[in-house]
């Protein structure tokens, strides 16, 4: 079956530091990924889009990498912020309409 | 330029009512989609729609679970005789293609049937 995994486990850092998230996928043939943020009670925010072709993709303090052999996608966020703490979500499709969400990783960055 | 609009934010049913759920997308999108999303659960697909018609409705419950894009007015999402599992937070979602890529959600719908 189709998988999507996240680390369940709240992600702890220290502000200034480099957060880095994992999504995982298992049965997709992804044409692109994307990468979401959830604040509490409010609907996901699209932050990147990354190709098959592409290895890496960086917005400002955003990084994307994505490596197709391992099936992987790490999300960076450097010299973190208070700001940044949010659920961050990963998506991808397969060739249909369908996006799906692995359930997110909680990240808090402390001053 | 308003974003994705839904309401109610909060709707309370008693189990047996009708939820009718409404999502204006965003200005010059023509493409909604529809997810749940259960507490500790991840978003899931339901449906996705265009201007009067229903393309994909593959996450759909195939009972008393309905979805409308009509050509004037909101996509509606409707939940007949509604159940406690039913209690979740509905996402609208719209796209200005039918790629899925970079989709515009809106705040949700907390449905809670008591």
């Given at each position: 079956?189709?998988?999507?995994?996240?680390?369940?486990?709240?992600?702890?850092?220290?502000?200034?530091?480099?957060?880095?998230?994992?999504?995982?996928?298992?049965?997709?043939?992804?044409?692109?990924?994307q990468?979401?943020?959830?604040?509490?009670?409010?609907?996901?925010?699209?932050?990147?889009?990354?190709?098959?072709?592409?290895?890496?993709?960086?917005?400002?303090?955003?990084?994307?990498?994505?490596?197709?052999?391992?099936?992987?996608?790490?999300?960076?966020?450097?010299?973190?912020?208070?700001?940044?703490?949010?659920?961050?979500?990963?998506a991808l499709s397969?060739?249909?309409y369908a996006l799906n969400f692995?359930?997110?990783?909680?990240?808090?960055?402390?001053? | 330029?308003?974003?994705?609009?839904?309401?109610?934010?909060?709707?309370?049913?008693?189990?047996?009512?009708?939820?009718?759920?409404?999502?204006?997308?965003?200005?010059?999108?023509?493409?909604?989609y529809?997810y749940?999303?259960?507490?500790?659960?991840?978003l899931?697909f339901?449906?996705?729609?265009?201007?009067?018609?229903?393309?994909?409705?593959?996450?759909?419950?195939?009972?008393?679970?309905?979805?409308?894009?009509?050509?004037?007015?909101?996509?509606?999402?409707?939940?007949?005789?509604?159940?406690?599992?039913?209690?979740?937070?509905?996402?609208?979602a719209?796209?200005?293609?039918?790629?899925n890529e970079?989709l515009?959600?809106?705040?949700?719908?907390?449905?809670?049937?008591?």
């Amino acid at each position: 079956s189709q998988k999507i995994e996240q680390n369940s486990e709240a992600l702890n850092i220290q502000e200034g530091k480099t957060a880095t998230l994992t999504c995982n996928y298992t049965n997709y043939s992804p044409a692109y990924l994307q990468w979401y943020r959830q604040d509490p009670g409010r609907g996901p925010v699209f932050l990147l889009l990354i190709r098959e072709n592409e290895k890496e993709k960086r917005k400002e303090r955003l990084k994307v990498t994505f490596d197709t052999t391992l099936k992987q996608s790490l999300f960076h966020i450097t010299a973190s912020q208070p700001a940044d703490s949010a659920t961050y979500l990963c998506a991808l499709s397969n060739s249909g309409y369908a996006l799906n969400f692995g359930k997110g990783t909680s990240l808090l960055v402390t001053p | 330029n308003a974003g994705v609009m839904q309401n109610p934010r909060h709707l309370v049913r008693r189990r047996g009512q009708e939820a009718r759920l409404r999502c204006s997308p965003m200005k010059g999108h023509s493409h909604v989609y529809w997810y749940r999303q259960l507490p500790e659960e991840g978003l899931k697909f339901m449906v996705y729609l265009q201007k009067e018609n229903i393309i994909d409705e593959s996450g759909m419950p195939k009972e008393r679970f309905s979805a409308e894009f009509p050509k004037e007015g909101p996509s509606i999402l409707r939940i007949q005789q509604v159940v406690r599992g039913d209690s979740a937070a509905y996402f609208c979602a719209s796209s200005p293609s039918g790629e899925n890529e970079k989709l515009f959600f809106g705040s949700g719908t907390q449905l809670s049937v008591l």
